[in-house]
């Protein structure tokens, strides 16, 4: 089995663990998500899935916004 039939799975994992972090206000939510959304982009292009690229590079911007507003609301 290759890297490429297991990755999605883990991403997806993944994925939704940062979410579940994110509402549980833990900023670890943040540092997953966004690194997780590059390798997200990586799979889209191998599999040529090119209408998942938009949702891949727009949540890499929420995540850096929202762990720039909660950074910013921890230092008020």
Known sequence: ???FAVLPWVLSALT???MWLAGS???WAWYIG???QALWLIL????EA???IPIAVALTFIYARN???WRQE???
């Open 67 to 69: 762990l720039r507003k």
């Open 44 to 47: 889209d292009i191998h599999y």
């Open 34 to 36: 966004i690194p997780i």
């Open 1 to 3: 089995m290759s890297v």
């Open 16 to 18: 939704l663990t940062s």
């Open 25 to 27: 206000k833990s900023l």
């Open 74 to 76: 921890a230092t008020s």
């Open 50 to 52: 090119w209408g998942l």
